[in-house]
């Protein structure tokens, strides 16, 4: 697994920084290169990124298979940044504030195994993905 931490402007995930991924892959080894450094096998997907990483970058893959996301499902923009896509709205409550109330939800998101699940403001929702409002 390669650590996304080095591609700050490339695997971003707008502003759910803990729905990001800490790492891609896993990626197959092609070669040791020196001490600390290895030639990973990239799909065609990561052209503009070197196939070579120091090994602070990479992760021991211990993840089982069907917990592994392919790299073929994560959607990329013209801006090389991935576009979160949600599943589904799983619940609604509104949230009191002193002079107004805030219709939250809470969302399901793609790509994103178990429990992930965030509440966010509806109104954001409804501007950013007005499919899920018909």
Not at 4 to 26: M, N, Q, T
Not at 35 to 60: S, W
Request: glycine share 6%; hydrophobic share 40%.
């Amino acid at each position: 697994m390669v650590k996304v931490a080095p591609w700050k402007g490339i695997a971003r995930f707008g502003k759910h920084g803990e729905l990001r991924p800490r790492s891609l892959g896993p990626f197959k080894i092609l070669a040791r290169v020196g001490l600390q450094a290895y030639k990973l096998e990239l799909p065609p997907e990561m052209d503009g990124i070197h196939n070579t990483f120091h090994v602070c970058y990479l992760r021991k893959c211990l993840a089982e298979e069907e917990n592994v996301i392919p790299l073929l499902e994560i959607l990329v923009d013209e801006n090389n940044q991935c576009v979160e896509e949600p599943e589904a709205i799983l619940e609604r409550k509104t949230k009191v504030l002193r002079h107004k109330e805030i219709v939250m939800v809470k969302v399901q998101w793609k790509h994103h195994r178990g429990l992930n699940v965030t509440w966010e403001a509806e109104e954001d929702l409804k501007r950013r993905y007005p499919r899920l409002f018909v």
